[in-house]
């Protein structure tokens, strides 16, 4: 038998609780699909996700549209004839809309302003909003838009529904991003959009609430927008909000100042940041004029400084490997371990490094020349291990 059921989300939008007689319910996997004589909930589609909600307190799990009636998944059945009570997540099919219905409001202006296309469009969690356009516009022209689509919603413009016949249709212009066939539902913005949708609105744009453009990506020769409206605009405003007051406070300066304010800390870091380089350089230079005055050395030779960069311990590393025989080693601190470079113009330190590791409870790997490691351990227990190390005759290159 073919069931039809009345659909309110396509005419009316407002609705979030209905009464219907239960047409049909049948066994679906580990729940029951009934239909109904009449719902207000929308199935999904057209990059919506469907409505949440009950049956009679039964939670909706599921729902889809079959040759024109709305399949709805619960837990348990219900009896065919009997009357039930359909009552919707009010809240999240208001934010629902009020992204949907400024989406089309912002696409119909880019349409009109600028003749670019909507080519994509997602509602995603939280309510984001994404839009593909066309045409790659630039940061002006999406101000414009920006701030023609909040007069809109200003002007409190009221958005209707119509299904209109082929004749209608034919001397229709409208937006759609795809071909389409059948009963095709038009929405209307009055004086700003027209476009073929099947998810449900707002009835005026004064309850869509701010219409924001996050964000905006090259995409395809045109434009990926993400856009926030309504609650969800006003909760990424609020958040915000709450990040510069705290940045403010941090910078002891005015909400509105915050901007200047870490410029100016930027320039000062950037300033002390050139300093400390400089200092540095020249601690460094200084360092290696000490390595290169040391006498030549038979033995392991061990240098200790705190605080060093890998690229310091390279430096340092490969100027005390001039002055032993042996292995030339240079010591630091480095998060809570100690790290380690060692080299030789004599000794293989790929042979080399399995031992250190294991007496020093440490890793580390690197070239026949050199090698780098940290281990867990003391200062004074890697010192005494390098300056005790003895070489073997397998050990040598």
């Not at 400024?102 to 302003?113: A, K, N, R, Y």
């Amino acid at each position: 038998m073919t069931y039809s059921t009345k659909k309110w989300y396509e005419t009316d939008g407002a609705r979030m609780e209905f009464d219907a007689t239960v047409l049909s319910c049948e066994k679906a996997g580990e729940g029951y699909d009934t239909i109904l004589s009449e719902t207000a909930f929308f199935p999904g589609g057209g990059g919506q996700e469907r409505d949440e909600g009950t049956l009679d307190g039964v939670p909706v799990t599921a729902l889809a549209e079959r040759d024109g009636a709305i399949l709805h998944r619960t837990r348990r059945p219900f009896p065919v004839g009997a009357s039930v009570h359909g009552k919707l997540d009010a809240l999240l099919r208001l934010r629902r809309m009020q992204a949907h219905s400024g989406e089309h409001v912002l696409s119909g202006l880019l349409h009109s302003l600028y003749g670019s296309e909507n080519v994509g469009f997602r509602l995603g969690e939280g309510e984001v909003v994404t839009i593909d356009t066309s045409k790659h516009l630039t940061d002006a022209e999406l101000d414009r838009a920006e701030y023609e689509a909040n007069l809109a919603v200003a002007k409190n413009l009221p958005v209707t529904v119509s299904f209109p016949d082929e004749k209608e249709l034919a001397s229709l212009v409208y937006r759609s991003k795809k071909e389409l066939s059948g009963r095709i539902r038009i929405v209307t913005v009055e004086g700003v959009d027209v476009c073929a949708c099947c998810a449900p609105h707002v009835a005026r744009t004064g309850e869509i609430g701010q219409i924001r453009i996050l964000s905006r990506m090259t995409w395809k020769g045109g434009l990926r927008l993400t856009v926030l409206c309504g609650l969800a605009a006003y909760e990424d405003a609020k958040k915000k909000n709450e990040s510069v007051k705290r940045i403010s406070a941090l910078l002891s300066a005015k909400p509105e100042e915050v901007a200047e304010a870490a410029e100016r800390m930027r320039d000062r870091l950037e300033e002390e940041s050139r300093k400390a380089g400089a200092l540095a350089a020249e601690k460094r230079e200084a360092a290696l004029r000490r390595l290169r005055e040391r006498e030549m050395s038979d033995g392991p030779v061990v240098l200790w400084e705190e605080e060093l960069s890998r690229k310091d311990m390279t430096e340092y590393a490969n100027e005390l490997q001039k002055k032993t025989r042996s292995l030339a080693v240079v010591l630091t601190r480095e998060k809570g371990r100690i790290a380690y470079t060692a080299a030789s113009g004599t000794l293989d330190m790929r042979k080399i490094a399995p031992r250190i590791g294991e007496a020093l409870s440490g890793s580390g790997g690197g070239s026949p020349s050199m090698i780098f490691g940290s281990a867990d351990t003391t200062r004074e227990k890697a010192e005494t291990f390098f300056r005790s190390f003895i070489p073997s005759e397998t050990d040598k290159r």
